[in-house]
């Protein structure tokens, strides 16, 4: 099975513009995560779609929104563009369907490298 | 509550030698508990994982030990090899649902 993939894999954006970053799940998955990795952060949890639906979503602003279509494909967008936002953006898909027996591997992606001028 | 805690934050370690990382966490709905390896310019992958029922799990030069009273889980690496140099994050997990990762801890094995 081919793994995830992430597009593009290096960006660079300048303070307040808008990106957008997309996610091809491994066939078959129906789970999708995003995190954002940093060094002073480590990896931090954004948000969950599973068939098309948001499950969960962590402490981040507004300005960073997803989506995922009917192929299990997803993206994420950040709007308004801040310094800060310059990290490594990673996607995680998994083949459950959740539910507290159920276990989370997660299947990552290489990443986008996104750097905010 | 949602934290996980991992220490060190790096180690290095001579070749032959056993790497243990630690990781501890505060909410008891957690109920697995993967390690996750990161090479630089990938993602990361999953290494081991172990649930609450279980004390320890071994596969291979991977073991985890986990402490339930303790709200504790560690990560040893047996005859630690370069090749094993990379980022490692616990992480804990409830529900399927969302996976809290420790801020990982870059291991360094000398040849």
């Known amino acids: 099975k081919a793994g995830v993939t992430q597009t593009p894999r290096y960006l660079i954006k300048t303070r307040g513009q808008q990106v957008t970053l997309s996610c091809s799940p491994i066939?078959?998955?129906?789970?999708v995560s995003w995190y954002q990795q940093t060094p002073g952060q480590g990896l931090q949890f954004l948000f969950e779609y599973f068939s098309e639906t948001q499950r969960n979503k962590g402490n981040f602003p507004g300005r960073f929104s997803g989506r995922q279509f009917s192929n299990s494909r997803s993206e994420m967008n950040v709007s308004t563009l801040e310094l800060g936002d310059s990290a490594l953006y990673l996607c995680?898909?998994?083949?459950?369907?959740?539910?507290?027996?159920?276990?989370?591997?997660?299947?990552f992606g290489p990443g986008t490298r996104l750097t905010v001028l | 509550q949602q934290q996980v805690k991992q220490s060190p934050q790096s180690l290095i370690v001579q070749k032959g030698g056993i790497s243990i990382i630690n990781c501890a966490y505060e909410n008891t709905a957690f109920d697995y508990f993967p390690w996750y390896q990161q090479f630089p310019g990938k993602g990361p992958a999953l290494l081991i994982a172990i649930r609450p029922d279980v004390s320890e799990k071994k596969e291979g030069r991977f073991t985890i030990s986990f402490n339930k009273s303790a709200k504790q889980f560690s990560l040893h690496i047996m005859d630690s090899q370069p090749g094993d140099s990379a980022t490692y994050f616990c992480a804990a997990a409830s529900g399927g649902f969302k996976t809290i990762f420790g801020a990982g801890t870059r291991l360094f094995v000398k040849a």
């Open positions: 995680a898909s998994s083949g459950l369907a959740g539910g507290p027996s159920s276990y989370n591997e997660q299947f």
């Open positions: 066939s078959g998955h129906r789970s």
